[in-house]
């Protein structure tokens, strides 16, 4: 079946300028989680979803992130005023329900490039 | 704060050598550990997991990797390395008490024929 998609899979944007990162969970997954991945990092946790709430933002590292979900699906992440920190490539994952006995199936990623 | 430790950043090995990547994880009560590969080009998938009982785990690949609660421990490890093990493994831990999985920062394994 039709696993976690992302979109873009790049993106190139001028220092400044808002992003939106979407991503397309696996059907009938509540829970929705982004991350993000920086050279050395590992990855971060940044928010997750449990059908269209988010128990834990305190991943967020700026006021200048935000994310939301619609329908229980599809969730975006918004990037306002990038920075140059920003760039990373930014995973979304889908589980069946939220906690740690539920495989996180990821994305391929979208890669952020702030100039 | 709760965290995950792997010690290893870079490893390269030659093909049928054997394989011990490490992960430690602060205390933090009850845990479940996984270990996730990422191939060159292709997404983040699951290798193997410990909820509970047998601490020794056998995942996809012929990995498996052994649960020592005393050293908060959960090592991966592979008898004999194949070139395709080539790829960055991440070692990852839920916290029942935070509902969000923390990863470590991620080992590259690099395996020459």
């Known amino acids: 079946g039709a696993g976690v998609s992302q979109s873009p899979s790049n993106k190139v944007t001028e220092k400044g300028k808002d992003v939106e990162l979407r991503c397309d969970p696996i059907?009938?997954?509540?829970?929705l989680y982004w991350y993000r991945q920086s050279l050395g990092q590992g990855l971060e946790f940044l928010i997750y979803?449990?059908?269209?709430?988010?128990?834990?933002k305190s991943g967020l590292p700026s006021d200048r992130f935000s994310a939301e979900r619609t329908g229980g699906s599809v969730s975006t992440l918004t990037i306002q005023r990038t920075q140059q920190e920003d760039s990373a490539v930014y995973l979304c994952a889908s589980s069946l329900a939220s906690g740690g006995t539920y495989e996180q199936y990821f994305g391929p990623g979208t890669r952020l490039t702030v100039t | 704060a709760q965290s995950v430790s792997q010690h290893n950043h870079h490893v390269i090995l030659s093909e049928a050598a054997s394989l011990e990547l490490g992960c430690n994880y602060s205390y933090g009560g009850t845990v479940n550990l996984f270990w996730y590969v990422q191939y060159p080009g292709q997404h983040l998938q699951l290798l193997l997991k410990y909820f509970s009982g047998d601490p020794l785990v056998k995942g996809i690949k012929g990995f498996e990797a052994e649960f020592i609660k005393s050293k908060f421990s959960f090592n991966l490890r592979k008898p004999s390395v194949q070139w395709s093990d080539t790829a960055e493994y991440f070692c990852?831990?839920?916290?029942?008490?935070?509902?969000?999985?923390?990863f470590g920062t991620g080992t590259r394994l690099q395996v020459f024929p």
């Open positions: 979803f449990q059908g269209n709430s988010a128990p834990d």
């Open positions: 059907s009938g997954h509540t829970a």
């Open positions: 990852a831990v839920y916290w029942g008490n935070t509902d969000k999985l923390i």
